[in-house]
């Protein structure tokens, strides 16, 4: 046996006491939550946009859909095709009257319009200055965005469905358990059941879904607003949004609704969320994300109080400033 000199006693107790030493633990994770793809940078809802998210590196591509007339799972975000986004193919945008609801539409008529840029001439132009066009951009299906991120390779990215689906208009769209059922039998025949989790500010799409796939996790979008409040706290009656509850009967408390609805994501818009409330929300045991957070100002403020997910129109903004931060990244997996 070799004999232990003092020098090499003292080295092997020097590396048993630099073994023993934890290592500094950064950031836990923070879902990375790319919004209608990366709406600030390309069309929203689009292909050309979650293409870019994919590469960008996401750990979810959040979507909206809807269904067509014959059945088809599409991915919009409104209701009916809004005209400050479709053209037909000779350019015209649709006019009010020609955007029937998506429920209205064969599949094979919607396709053939235009969803590759926004109007300059409206509005809605100058809340996306950075969006870049992309002409002749068709709206895709769910089952075409899920194919996408297999033709990218990513066997790990989220699918974050937002079924839309208005209360107060029920004839614009399916029922909430054959709306439910067509979703949910597409990201089945994708494969992807397991990492989609279904959002919906209608609660009773959420409770189609935990009837027929318990095991699909749902988030539970809320919103106090004045163009959109399906909370209606202080209101007499039950909101026809939160599936039969009644916030007021929780002490006008979001997180607890939540939970009462058997929810355990609450995704709520980022300035409607404090500290208290998400300490609420924790003890409660519930995943927060926050949406739609832009500005990295927002992000740093929201990443410092302590939200599980941020969900942006410019996913590359969000990386950076996790990245800077130490943060864990999901794969950049760009669609070849």
């Known amino acids: 046996m070799a004999r232990t000199t003092p020098l090499r006693l003292a080295a092997l107790l020097l590396a048993a006491l630099l073994g023993a030493a934890p290592a500094a633990a950064g950031p836990g994770p923070v879902d990375l939550i790319a919004h209608r793809g990366a709406r600030g940078e390309l069309p929203e809802n689009t292909l050309p946009a979650f293409a870019h998210a994919l590469g960008v590196g996401v750990t979810a591509l959040e979507l909206d859909v809807g269904m067509t007339r014959d059945g088809v799972v599409v991915v919009s975000h409104d209701r009916r095709p809004s005209p400050y986004l479709a053209r037909g193919r000779d350019g015209r945008w649709l006019t009010e009257g020609e955007a029937k609801p998506l429920i209205q539409w064969d599949f094979a008529d919607l396709r053939r319009l235009d969803v590759g840029r926004i109007d300059p001439g409206s509005g809605y132009a100058g809340r996306q200055p950075h969006q870049k066009p992309v002409d002749g951009t068709p709206m895709p299906t769910l089952a075409e965005v899920v194919e996408l991120a297999r033709k990218a390779g990513n066997g790990t990215v989220r699918f974050d469905v937002e079924i839309k689906r208005d209360p107060d208009h029920p004839a614009e ?164």
């Open 173 to 336: 769209t399916r029922d909430p358990e054959p709306f439910a059922r067509a979703v949910l039998d597409v990201l089945r025949q994708g494969g992807v059941l397991d990492r989609t989790v279904i959002q919906s500010f209608d609660w009773s799409v959420l409770a189609a879904v935990a009837k027929l796939a318990p095991q699909v996790r749902r988030s539970y979008l809320t919103a106090q607003f004045r163009g959109l409040n399906n909370i209606q706290k202080g209101r007499p009656g039950t909101s026809a949004w939160t599936a039969g509850l009644d916030i007021d009967d929780f002490g006008g408390s979001v997180p607890r609704l939540v939970a009462a609805a058997g929810g355990k994501i609450w995704s709520v818009h980022h300035r409607k969320l404090d500290a208290a409330a998400l300490q609420e929300a924790h003890g409660l045991g519930l995943t927060v994300l926050v949406w739609t957070v832009n500005d990295p100002a927002d992000m740093g403020r929201l990443l410092d109080l302590g939200v599980d997910g941020i969900i942006t129109d410019h996913p590359a903004r969000l990386r950076k400033l996790l990245a800077e931060r130490g943060y864990p990244l999901p794969p950049a997996t760009p669609v070849p």
